[in-house]
């Protein structure tokens, strides 16, 4: 794997407070047609839940996210994670994922940031938090002036937005968590999250 935009047209952002909950969700998300998924480290449980969905859904691709210090870099990478995403960068955090061995996402939310990534070599890129940041009116008027940024716009993004982000050349995927509704996930229904989930994967039709 050398790109995350290209892996799934919608990437799932879940919080995970259970790890007993890792597998059946992972397996109702690929199910559905989703099969890269990123496990937020805002959780005491998150570990867990990657090294969980690691060993026991290989068909998967887990992810790592809220990616905010070089120790959680090691962490994620440590429990098997096989991609990292950041909500932001500086360069100590970003000396940190580059040299993880696996494909990452920095996040950005102005100009002046995703110029000084391209200055580093890094062309691809999380755009958080993406409605608050300007949505698509944003992404578009950035692509423009740097077409060579690719990004995967996460925060706010719904079904019903995600197809307007998805129609921009510079946006690769969309994250998002509108298929894991709490109380879906409150009551176990997997059957539900994997409904939403093969809603969301048709968006690549």
Do not use: H
């Not at 870099?73 to 909500?87: E, I, K, Q």
């Amino acid at each position: 794997m050398t790109s995350v935009l290209d892996l799934a047209p919608v990437v799932p952002v879940v919080v995970i407070e259970d790890a007993g909950d890792a597998v059946p969700l992972a397996r109702a998300l690929v199910a559905g047609g989703l099969t890269a998924i990123e496990v937020t480290l805002r959780t005491p449980a998150a570990l867990d839940a990657i090294r969980a969905i690691a060993a026991e859904v290989p068909e998967a691709v887990i992810g790592a996210g809220t990616i905010v210090t070089p120790g959680d870099v090691t962490a994620a990478v440590d429990a098997g994670a096989r991609f990292l995403v950041s909500p932001g960068w500086t360069d100590r955090l970003l000396d940190a994922m580059e040299g993880s061995g696996v494909p990452f996402l920095p996040g950005v939310s102005t100009t002046s940031e995703v110029v000084a990534l391209l200055e580093r070599g890094v062309t691809e890129m999380k755009f958080f938090p993406a409605e608050a940041a300007g949505g698509t009116a944003y992404l578009k008027s950035l692509a423009g002036p740097l077409p060579q940024a690719r990004f995967c716009p996460t925060g706010g993004v719904s079904l019903a937005s995600a197809p307007s982000y998805l129609a921009l050349p510079n946006v690769g995927c969309v994250g998002g968590t509108w298929m894991l509704p709490a109380d879906a996930l409150a009551a176990k229904d997997w059957d539900r999250v994997r409904t939403l989930a093969a809603e969301a994967s048709a968006l690549a039709s």
